[in-house]
């Protein structure tokens, strides 16, 4: 008698922990990401991994289904890499990692990421490409990568991100062209690009969606740029930030409409 509830109880164990395995795997990958970040505030004390799911943990928001939307640790003292498990986190919408001292490379699999709105990283210590993977994620609208330390092209994918409104790669040392299928982001409102490396010109399609698109800021300074645009006639050129010209006026190909002003 006493065996046969031994026996129950176990087998109850094994399918609770079966359970388990299949029903947190969100959790687990938040747990070991927990475990590979420096965490001196002790802002991840919440990230229990006995818990059914994460979505009572701080820092974390999940979706009726139970699933995490949105992770919050901007200023959060964190530090370490980001690991690639990240983009198994299908319904994640916001990954607000800013301000942190996050160091290695970006995970080539954020790009799994298909619900991703907004990824802030803005402000850490990454280094290494900028994985062009990121341009598959159609939903994205925000990404801020300034002031990290990241190396090698802007990946021309990102022509494919046809919801985008920012773009924020400054302060860093990204090199190569501008790619001309960012002209294609019509939604665009923002890109800053200042403080690289990137060379050769300015595309014509990237500064037509001054006119055809909704780009109200455009900052190219601090580059290795020639700044020959072979163009005349563009309005709204006040949107260009070139420190190394006194005025918009000064840029090549924008005399023309200086006089007629
Ligand atoms: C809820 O999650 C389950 C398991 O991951 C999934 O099969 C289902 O499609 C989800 N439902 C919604 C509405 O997202
Ligand atoms: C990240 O920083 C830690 C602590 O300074 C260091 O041990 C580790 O090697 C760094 N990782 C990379 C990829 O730079
Ligand atoms: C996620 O992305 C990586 C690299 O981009 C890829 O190799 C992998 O197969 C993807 N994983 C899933 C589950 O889709
Ligand atoms: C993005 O667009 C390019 C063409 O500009 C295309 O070749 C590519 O397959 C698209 N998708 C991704 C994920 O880059
Ligand atoms: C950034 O990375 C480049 C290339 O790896 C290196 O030469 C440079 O010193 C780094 N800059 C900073 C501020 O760490
Ligand atoms: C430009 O902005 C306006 C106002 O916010 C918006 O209605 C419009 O859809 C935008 N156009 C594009 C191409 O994003």
């Excluded at 990121?134 to 919801?163: A, D, K, M, V, W």
């Amino acid at each position: 008698m006493a065996a046969q509830f031994a026996a129950a109880g176990v087998l109850t164990g094994l399918l609770a922990l079966a359970t388990f395995a299949s029903c947190n795997t969100e959790g687990d990958i938040l747990y070991k990401q927990r475990l590979a970040w420096k965490d001196p505030n002790n802002v991840l004390k919440s990230w229990d991994q006995t818990l059914a799911n994460p979505c009572t943990w701080f820092h974390v928001t999940c979706n009726n289904n139970n699933s995490v939307v949105r992770v919050d640790l901007g200023n959060a003292g964190i530090s370490g890499p980001l690991l690639s498990d990240l983009g198994e986190l299908e319904n994640l919408q916001y990954i607000e990692l800013y301000g942190n001292r996050l160091n290695g490379s970006i995970p080539e699999t954020l790009g799994n990421l298909t619900n991703l709105i907004s990824l802030d990283l803005w402000v850490n210590l990454l280094t290494g490409p900028i994985p062009s993977t990121l341009g598959s994620i159609s939903t994205l609208r925000y990404l801020r990568l300034y002031q990290n330390n990241l190396t090698g092209p802007i990946p021309s994918s990102f022509g494919n991100l046809t919801n985008l409104r920012e773009l924020k790669l400054q302060e860093n040392s990204l090199s190569g062209a501008i790619p001309a299928s960012l002209g294609n982001v019509k939604t665009l409102q923002f890109l800053e690009l200042n403080g690289n490396m990137l060379t050769g010109t300015v595309p014509l399609e990237v500064l037509s969606l001054v006119i055809v698109g909704n780009l109200t800021e455009l900052n190219i300074a601090r580059n290795n740029l020639d700044g020959t645009v072979t163009s005349s006639g563009l309005r709204g050129t006040d949107v260009i930030v070139n420190p190394s010209f006194d005025s918009v006026c000064d840029y090549p190909g924008y005399a023309e409409d200086c006089m007629m002003a």
